[in-house]
């Protein structure tokens, strides 16, 4: 059974930085081949894809509302993804989920974390 974990949330301040964690296990294929994603969903808005790092060749893509300040990277042998994000503003006030997702497979069998709330706020 898959599980993803994260963690790393908090209350920031605007301008500060944060760097959120994602624990991957129980995947039936490599860690490696999956499309590790961050979304993220703030209050009565929804939920909207923030950074990809692809599986197989670890591409990266980001929201036009992050692009700059986040920063996505995995690390295939430990089974983790991170978030780094910097410069936070508070529209970027959500809880961020973790999602796993294999290449050619049906997006049923994707994998959602339990998600992470990150507040900024002064």
């Known amino acids: 059974q898959v599980q993803l974990v994260e963690s790393g949330g908090g209350l920031v301040q605007p301008g500060g930085s944060l760097r959120l964690s994602c624990g991957a296990s129980g995947f039936a294929f490599a860690f490696s081949s999956y499309d590790m994603n961050w979304y993220r969903q703030a209050p009565g808005k929804e939920r909207e894809l923030v950074a990809t790092s692809t599986g197989y060749y670890g591409l990266t893509n980001y929201a036009d509302s992050v692009k700059g300040r986040f920063t996505v990277s995995r690390d295939n042998t430990n089974n983790t993804v991170s978030l780094q994000m910097s410069s936070l503003k508070p529209e970027d006030t959500a809880v961020y989920y973790c999602?796993?997702?294999?290449?050619?497979?049906?997006?049923?069998?994707?994998?959602w974390g339990q998600g992470t709330q990150v507040t900024v706020s002064s």
């Open positions: 999602h796993a997702h294999r290449p050619g497979y049906s997006i049923l069998y994707d994998s």
